[in-house]
């Protein structure tokens, strides 16, 4: 069975902090995809990145970055510098490929960013 | 050009209705699916369609139906609407295995 575990509820910084999201997860797959994905306050949700599980080169997008390390089962997101603009509901997820094609989501970390 | 579009967006109606929530992508993706967003943001997969197969139906009631009557949509039936059903129905396409691309959601209040 997969799991993904975003154990951080809530985070709450002031503006050009940075803060990392955390995210654990598990599956037996020996090839899966990883991916984040954004909830701002208006609800849409947003994806931000896909990472396949043969590709642990980090990934830096503007003041985004994610480091994804399969020793400790860990995809973990990075914002710096960060905005009000960014605060929002962020959801990492996991998709196996053996047989079954069922994204699981993590819970969701409430990022809160003060002016 | 809306890639992933929903309809309605806000719906309020009685226990024990019948309602219907519709979706259409214009991405070409193969597979789309149906969430079911909580008060808490928990986001649960209920269904999901590869070429209009149903390859995910996720423990949920069977007063939900979803019908895909082609790879560009995929509809959702709710029958006897009871009031845990009120949550925020989201919509969402990729090709399989990929990234998903999501409506804007369906918010749908039972009183």
């Known amino acids: 069975a997969q799991k993904v575990t975003q154990a951080q509820t809530e985070i709450s910084v002031v503006e050009k902090e940075d803060v990392t999201l955390d995210c654990v997860y598990e599956t037996r797959d020996t090839t899966y995809y990883l991916f984040w994905y954004k909830q701002p306050p208006s609800g849409e949700l947003v994806f931000l990145i896909r990472r396949n599980s043969f590709d642990e080169q980090n990934e830096i997008s503007g003041r985004y970055s994610w480091n994804f390390q399969k020793s400790t089962s860990s995809f973990n997101f990075t914002i710096t510098a960060s905005q009000v603009v960014d605060s929002a509901v962020y959801f990492c997820a996991l998709t196996g490929t053996g047989g079954s094609y069922i994204p699981t989501f993590g819970r969701g970390t409430s990022l809160i960013v003060h002016p | 050009d809306t890639a992933v579009s929903q309809t309605p967006k806000y719906l309020v109606t009685q226990m024990g209705n019948d309602k219907s929530i519709k979706c259409e992508q214009n991405l070409g993706h193969d597979t789309m699916y149906w969430y079911k967003q909580d008060s808490k943001k928990f986001l649960k997969i209920m269904f999901s369609y590869n070429n209009k197969e149903l390859i995910i139906n996720e423990t949920v009631p069977n007063r939900f139906s979803p019908k895909s009557p082609d790879k560009a949509h995929l509809n959702l039936h709710i029958n006897s609407l009871e009031l845990g059903d009120s949550a925020v129905y989201f919509c969402?396409?990729?090709?399989?295995?990929?990234?998903?691309?999501f409506g804007p959601g369906t918010r749908l209040t039972v009183t």
């Open positions: 969402a396409s990729s090709h399989l295995n990929n990234e998903q691309y």
